[in-house]
């Protein structure tokens, strides 16, 4: 089943879920403070439309792909925009030095985000650990790659799941948000991993059942 999904953001992520998206058959907006950088986006992909940053989104699901530090921020520029909204939270909040994360001790990214979100509003973490250059060499291979999902809101998972789903990807049900912690930890491995020398960066973590 298709969904209709706005993406904020206009870096490679955003670029790798919009093209995914987009040949699996979803309605795709996209929105970027720069209006011709994202119209310049929107003019390569093949079917997206163009937003308008602080306009109420498009879509069902609204998709972060924005640098952590700025996360917040834009849910809280959205305010009441927002409401009735799932928000992805696709964000790594690594510290500069790559050896920790920089949100408060016992907390993640995705929960600092939800504090930010209306009320109405659901956050679920995911894709943070697959990254934009993997799904993008992956697009042709038709492997299944595992993308790891938390939040609280069951209907607002299972949203996610399905989009998931499309892009021809395993959604894995993780837990609730608190859970996004030990993924953002998982994303701070593999970004150490590609920075200390391991052979090819196009990898992702999976499950893999042995038993």
Do not use: C, W
């Not at 809101?153 to 609730?176: C, H, M, T, Y």
Request: hydrophobic content about 50%; overall charge negative; charged content about 15%.
């Amino acid at each position: 089943m298709a969904t209709s999904i706005s993406i904020i953001g206009i870096g490679s992520m955003a670029t790798a879920l919009a093209e995914r998206a987009l040949a699996a058959g979803n309605a795709v907006q996209i929105i970027g403070r720069d209006l011709a950088k994202t119209q310049e986006l929107v003019a390569a992909l093949d079917g997206a439309t163009v937003g308008t940053f602080g306009d109420t989104p498009a879509g069902d699901l609204v998709i972060l792909a924005v640098p952590y530090s700025s996360a917040a921020d834009v849910v809280g520029q959205y305010g009441d925009a927002l409401s009735g909204k799932v928000i992805v939270d696709v964000t790594n909040p690594v510290a500069p030095d790559m050896t920790g994360l920089v949100t408060p001790e016992g907390s993640s990214g995705a929960q600092e985000t939800a504090k930010a979100a209306p009320a109405g509003a659901h956050v679920v973490k995911a894709f943070n650990t697959v990254f934009g250059h993997v799904l993008t060499a992956d697009a042709a291979k038709g492997r299944s790659l595992d993308v790891f999902i938390a939040g609280d809101d069951a209907q607002a998972k299972a949203s996610v799941s399905a989009f998931v789903e499309s892009l021809g990807l395993r959604p894995l049900d993780a837990g609730p948000l608190a859970i996004a912690r030990a993924l953002e930890y998982a994303g701070l491995l593999e970004i150490s991993l590609m920075n200390h020398g391991l052979a090819s960066t196009s990898f992702a973590l999976s499950a893999t059942a042995v038993g």
